[in-house]
């Protein structure tokens, strides 16, 4: 399979699994403290994705391949993390599986992280291929979760 098709196999993969974590929180009968959570945590999860996606502007792309004119981007929210559109998926998922307290939801935010990161080693695979400063900024920059106490020495 070509890196085309893998790469939209990887999104088509995440949007079944987001879609998993909707229905469930649509049928569950969740108590309204961990919604609340679930809700704050959607929230902040799509502040993080909105950012992230105005940072790449016209660069903003559905596959995970770099554009023809893309530039590699270290600075903004990319200087804190690789993937900060995918960590805020992954804010919003866990939020939808907080807010709909399903064994089910567990394990399908299990699956998304896992699938995010196949994703995420994908797509550094094609990054690197691309522009020669990726595997030093991949070595000093976390993937998903910003290391804060690093950062700030």
């Given at each position: ?74 600075e903004g929210p990319y200087r804190l ?73």
């Amino acid at each position: 399979m070509g890196d085309r098709w893998l790469g939209w196999l990887y999104v088509a993969g995440q949007f079944a699994l987001v879609g998993v974590l909707l229905t469930e929180v649509w049928d569950g009968t969740t108590a309204i403290l961990p919604r609340a959570a679930g809700g704050l945590a959607v929230a902040a999860g799509l502040a993080v994705m909105v950012a992230a996606s105005r940072h790449l502007g016209r660069e903003l792309r559905t596959h995970p391949a770099p554009s023809s004119g893309a530039t590699l981007r270290v600075e903004g929210p990319y200087r804190l993390v690789r993937h900060p559109i995918y960590s805020g998926l992954l804010i919003s998922a866990l939020g939808l599986a907080v807010a709909a307290g399903s064994t089910t939801a567990a394990a399908t935010f299990a699956v998304l992280v896992g699938w995010m990161t196949l994703k995420a080693r994908f797509e550094e695979r094609l990054l690197a291929a691309r522009f020669p400063g990726y595997p030093e900024y991949a070595r000093r920059t976390p993937r998903f979760v910003p290391d804060l106490l690093r950062r700030g020495r």
